[in-house]
């Protein structure tokens, strides 16, 4: 799981990664119109209605560039802001506020899309059992970002990486011959503190799961009726979890089946950035 502490911890690199993408000797820009150090600051404004988040992340890009720069809000990740709301003010060198504006904003404005998408998902769940969960669908490189801010939206994290559990998917049956096979395989291999998930397509590989002892169940590209099938097969017997194809508007037909878990990749690969703008740059004394 995914939470503050954790990007605290590893945001660094990430970020000063993304500025050597975008700084690689100088920015000729800036240096032409500011060549000396001056005090500056500028608004950051939000230009849509939805969840903010990745605010930490915003701050700390101009921090890596000048120490001594910070950032001034009475707004935190996870609230809910309107067009034309003034969400802070950054405070720093005016060469290093024209040099972070890009980086600080991709990662907030990225963060914020995929916060507001997910809290439109969870809201189609309200009163029912299924909980939500992302995938490894995840932009190279943004993963601890963009699963950070799946949890800001209210949605439960999937496994981080492949070191994070075992989940058997359809061509690791192909590899291993067989669905029991398969379950049987990492019964061997893997720690006995680990659950393992396997992916099923068809009612027949759900009965041979449920026979192998797998602990969860995922239905991939079932339909509702067959996914009603395959539950009556398990019986309680492993948790349950629909993938493929989920869609928001899909999302109340699916917990209505009854599965314990939904799972979409579109909250992580499909999310539209949130408008957000850093405008009115001035130099102070």
């Given at each position: ?51 903010i988040c990745g605010l930490q992340v915003f701050e700390r890009t101009f921090k890596l560039l ?42 907030l404005q990225r963060m914020s899309g995929i916060a507001t998408i997910t809290k439109e998902y ?164």
């Amino acid at each position: 799981m995914i939470s503050g502490v954790t990007i605290k911890i590893n945001m660094d690199d990430y970020i000063l990664n993304t500025l050597k993408e975008d700084i690689t000797s100088e920015d000729v820009s800036t240096n032409a119109v500011m060549p000396e150090d001056k005090k500056g600051k500028a608004d950051l404004i939000c230009k849509q209605d939805g969840i903010i988040c990745g605010l930490q992340v915003f701050e700390r890009t101009f921090k890596l560039l000048d120490e001594s720069s910070y950032f001034e809000t009475d707004v935190k990740d996870g609230d809910f802001v309107k067009k034309g709301q003034l969400i802070g003010v950054i405070y720093g060198d005016v060469k290093v506020l024209l040099s972070g504006e890009r980086t600080a904003l991709n990662y907030l404005q990225r963060m914020s899309g995929i916060a507001t998408i997910t809290k439109e998902y969870v809201a189609e769940l309200e009163g029912y059992n299924t909980v939500l969960l992302d995938t490894r669908k995840t932009t190279p490189n943004l993963r601890p970002f963009e699963k950070y801010a799946v949890k800001v939206g209210g949605a439960t994290n999937h496994r981080y990486n492949l070191s994070d559990g075992v989940l058997l998917k359809d061509n690791h049956i192909g590899a291993a011959g067989s669905v029991k096979k398969a379950i049987e395989m990492a019964k061997a291999y893997a720690p006995f503190v680990r659950k393992i998930e396997i992916e099923t397509e068809t009612l027949e590989q759900v009965k041979d799961a449920v026979e192998a002892g797998a602990d969860i169940i995922m239905l991939d590209n079932m339909d509702n009726e067959t996914m009603k099938k395959a539950l009556e097969i398990i019986d309680g017997r492993a948790e349950t979890e629909c993938s493929g194809n989920v869609t928001k508007e899909r999302l109340k037909e699916i917990a209505e089946v009854g599965v314990d878990f939904v799972s979409s990749g579109a909250l992580t690969h499909s999310a539209p950035i949130m408008d957000i703008s850093l405008k009115n740059l001035k130099p102070i004394e």
